[in-house]
């Protein structure tokens, strides 16, 4: 075995011994132990973001951060089409890895591309925004991990809701460490994942979700298992049964942590 060491990277992060310890317990994916902690982290993270059911929904995703980002741009938005268009707006590496899903997705998208020494600010947003009446979508990073800003979203979001946009935010790494009211700023879909500031272990993603236009996209996702529509429904019509098989550990640890 490795010897064991700190790691104060953002995540994966030294996780506690008792966060450890909930993975000792083997579950199957359909025991009722297993759907009622599934069902609790759902609504737990729900309390955490300010926000209930029916209207929104925390649908947890099987893979890291990233597919939970890729499965709400394939689920939410139109290929080669220009009916939709995405603003990503960007200052970091992980807004150009959105930007670059856009593109492997086939999904109409214009980029407001700041320094990555500066903040995404509000008036930067507004102003591209008013060059650009075809946006129908925006996403941005809330904490760009790679530089550490901490955009701010709190001045930007509601804005952009006010036009009419759907607005999506990557709080991967703030999600947990910073208090994130989704119905004061405004966010239609944040993503975050089990092994960022909640201090859990890897192995999923989730989604907080507007459910109203969440289930407006039934059949739009070209990947079948990156559908986010479909993830919601299983949890929605079966409470606590994810589609696939789920990272049962994993899930325990996240319930401690
Ligand atoms: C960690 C992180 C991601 C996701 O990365 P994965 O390696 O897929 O878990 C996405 N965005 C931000 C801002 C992150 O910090």
């Known amino acids: 075995m490795p010897q064991p060491y700190l790691l104060l990277t953002p995540g994966p992060l030294s996780t506690s011994d008792t966060v450890k310890a909930a993975m000792q317990v083997d579950l199957s994916t359909w025991d009722s132990d ?5 069902e609790r982290i759902r ?3 729900l309390t955490l973001a300010g926000v209930s059911a029916p209207d929104y929904s925390a649908v947890l995703l099987q893979g890291s951060g990233s597919y939970g980002v890729e499965a709400v ?5 139109p290929k080669q089409s220009k009916d939709a268009c995405l603003m990503v707006a960007s200052n970091g590496a992980y807004g150009a890895r959105i930007a670059e ?3 492997r997705l086939q999904i ?3 980029d407001l591309i700041v320094p990555e020494t500066k903040p995404v600010t509000a008036a930067l947003v507004t102003a591209f925004l008013d060059q650009h009446p075809e946006v129908t979508h925006f996403a941005m990073i809330h904490c760009e991990t790679t530089t550490g800003i901490l955009n701010p979203i709190e001045t930007i979001l509601p804005q952009v809701k006010d036009r009419g946009i759907i607005t999506i935010v990557d709080a991967m790494s703030s999600f947990g460490g910073i208090p994130i009211n989704l119905l004061d700023l405004k966010i239609d879909f944040l993503i975050s994942s089990a092994n960022k500031c909640i201090q859990g272990v890897p192995g ?3 989604v907080m979700a507007n459910c109203a236009i969440l ?7 070209t990947s079948l298992s990156l559908d986010l529509y479909d993830q919601h429904m299983s949890f929605k019509m079966h409470p606590g049964k994810w589609r696939f ?3 049962t550990h994993t899930v325990l640890a996240f319930d401690q942590a």
Do not use: K
């Open 43 to 45: 609504s737990q993270l």
């Open 245 to 247: 098989t789920s990272p």
């Open 73 to 77: 741009l394939n689920t939410l938005l």
């Open 108 to 110: 109409n998208h214009v």
């Open 215 to 221: 289930e407006t996209c039934q059949g739009r996702s």
């Open 101 to 103: 899903m856009a593109d």
């Open 34 to 38: 297993y759907l009622a902690i599934t």
């Open 204 to 206: 999923f993603a989730f």
